[in-house]
């Protein structure tokens, strides 16, 4: 295993309040955890507190491809720190969320930490270029 790391940056037309929160509601996790075309979010639930455990199960075709981590830090409007469990995934492979004000509404950094090697770790970034997009078009509708 290695320290791979990627960082993918948006901003988000939207509050940063608003964009925080879509990341804790299971409801919109549904409409935006979405990695590629086609698929869809069926189940998603979580306890969004420090310690809470989440689980997103992503549907691609016939394949559910199930998701969970645990929160480690949420600190409101500002950061989200959470570990990410995927069949992709290797042990304390971690995602942080930064939520920044901005003039058009909130720059959104996202780094996720460890990759079992670095396609996995290029796959996982058009991954989140996917669900920072869907996320910015569900908060715009």
Known sequence: MNDLNLTVERTINAPPADVFNAWLN????????????????PKASNEPKEGGRFEIVMLAGENEIPHAG?????????????????????DDSTVT????????????????????????RDNHKGG?????DALDATLAA
């Open 128 to 132: 989140w270029v996917s669900i920072l």
């Open 26 to 41: 299971p409801e919109m996790l549904r409409q935006f955890m979405m990695p590629a075309a086609g698929m869809s979010v």
């Open 70 to 90: 645990t929160y480690r830090e949420i600190s409101p409007h500002d950061r989200i720190v959470f570990t990410w469990e995927s069949p992709f995934s290797v």
């Open 97 to 120: 969320l930064t939520f920044t004000p901005a003039d058009e509404g909130t720059h959104v950094t996202l780094t996720h930490v460890r990759f079992s090697d670095a396609e996995a």
